[in-house]
């Protein structure tokens, strides 16, 4: 006996997409409490005076707190500009891969029974008429494209809330551990549960209405909401191989820097891109 019956799954699984997102951007506000100048040099509402403890503690370490925001927000923003055209030139590249599989997929899945629009019998039970295979064939497509739109979606807000992040991370730090790692899980959190809550709010819509047209041929309905799952992780490779170069170059880049202009040895402390 199902512990919860089809009613209850029906309102259990949007309403937890629903409860992630809003964690989410419960998480988001908190992490954008922590104020940060503009990268223009305009203060942002306050930061000099977050990091202190109400006295100018620049008069006593030699520290000229204002400029190391300023310094930040601009480092922000130049991280933010980076990341955001490297996602974009990948996401050229996906189209074109996105366009060429969704046509193999229909053309594989079409071909199964040569394009046929007339239902067939289903092969779980001969018995039943199933959906024909060209609509199997639409149906796979359209859930591949969904789940890599998903992905690429997830790829882009992850990379917004991690350059969102990072000046604020840096900021805390002045004032402890304990706050820089509160933030930076903050914006860890925020990252999570809107990636995964998004996913699960469009998987869930997309077997609804691919429902109306399935009725009850569920053989059929999955089969064809697997394309979902194969649209994400294809997108999520490209990600993972194509942002993991780009990343390890950054790295490299920021210890030949380290090392030339400032002879900092590889992997120092001293090096703040370490």
Known sequence: MAVIGTAGAEVLIPLAAVIGIAFAVFQWYAVAKVPVPSHDGEDGGGAAQKGRSGHDESAEDGVDYRQVEARCA???????????SFLFTEYRYLAVFMAGFAV?????????QRFSTRPEPCTYDPARMCRPALANAAFSMIAFLLGALTSVMSGYLGMRVATFANARTALEARRGVGRAFVVAFRSGAAMGFLLASSALFVLYVAINLFGVYYGDDWGGLYESITGYGLGGSSMALFGRVGGGIYTKAADVGADLVGKVERNIPEDDPRNPAV
């Open 74 to 84: 601009e480092i922000q923003h130049a991280i933010s500009i980076g990341a955001t």
């Open 104 to 112: 193999v997929i229909f053309m594989f899945l079409g071909s199964a």
